[in-house]
């Protein structure tokens, strides 16, 4: 993966004001400081290199926003600690490990995801995306129905992640509905969400590079 191309996608989706952490999942050179050690005990090796992965691509991320690179705790509902006044969000495939942080003042929460182009099976296609979502796609020629359904199922995690510390909510797929326009999306709520009201929209962009798909979401309001 160009590192430098990945980053100016991010920069292009959350703007300047971005620490951008880069990690390989499969390393086992990645450190976990004392508190995340705690968290990882009972952790298979694999899921335990994909979670060191995620702490020292954060602390990279940390630095380049002047920050400490401090331990990232893990809270029991298992979203990462982040020190007080930053945002972030971390997020990994089978081989790339990616984090943003920003500081608070410019935006109140982010989420990103980055999906590999394996196909969704097609069982899965009505579980990820709403009748509206699928009669779309299903007007795409076969070709690009299996890597738009990637990307719309990338954009709801990533809207997913964004809102989870504002609201506290869990919720599944069709929860929201995607409007995309060129390399940026509206993700509206089909139903009342903690503070968000059935209509209400957060929004973000998205880019593919090579065999990937990412997304970014972020909030803004207060």
């Known amino acids: 993966m160009n590192?430098?191309?990945?980053?100016?996608?991010?920069?292009?989706?959350f703007g300047p004001h971005v620490g951008i952490g880069f990690a390989d999942p499969a390393s086992e050179n990645n450190e976990l400081l004392q508190a995340e050690r705690d968290a990882a005990m009972s952790m298979v090796p694999k899921r335990m290199r994909e979670f060191a992965a995620g702490r020292a691509a954060a602390r990279d991320a940390l630095q380049e926003i002047k920050h400490a690179p401090v331990a990232i705790p893990r809270?029991?509902?298992r979203a990462p600690v982040w020190p007080a006044g930053v945002v972030g969000s971390i997020t990994?495939?089978?081989t790339a490990c990616l984090t943003v942080v920003s500081h608070i003042e410019h935006w109140r929460s982010i989420g990103l995801d980055i999906e590999d182009d394996a196909p969704l099976h097609r069982e899965a296609w009505p579980i990820v995306l709403t009748e509206a979502e699928l009669r779309s796609v299903q007007k795409l020629p076969r070709w690009r129905r299996a890597r738009r359904i990637k990307l719309l199922f990338s954009v709801k995690e990533a809207v997913y992640k964004a809102q989870y510390?504002?609201?506290?909510e869990i919720f599944d797929f069709h929860t929201l509905e995607t409007h995309l326009e060129n390399n940026r999306f509206?993700?509206?709520f089909t139903r009342d969400v903690g503070r968000y009201q059935k209509g209400m929209s957060i929004g973000g962009g998205f880019f593919e590079i090579d065999k990937y798909v990412i997304s970014g979401a972020q909030i803004v309001d207060r």
């Open 92 to 94: 990994h495939c089978h």
């Open 165 to 168: 510390p504002v609201t506290g």
């Open 186 to 188: 509206l993700a509206s």
């Open 75 to 77: 809270a029991q509902d």
């Open 3 to 13: 590192q430098k191309r990945v980053r100016q996608g991010l920069q292009d989706i």
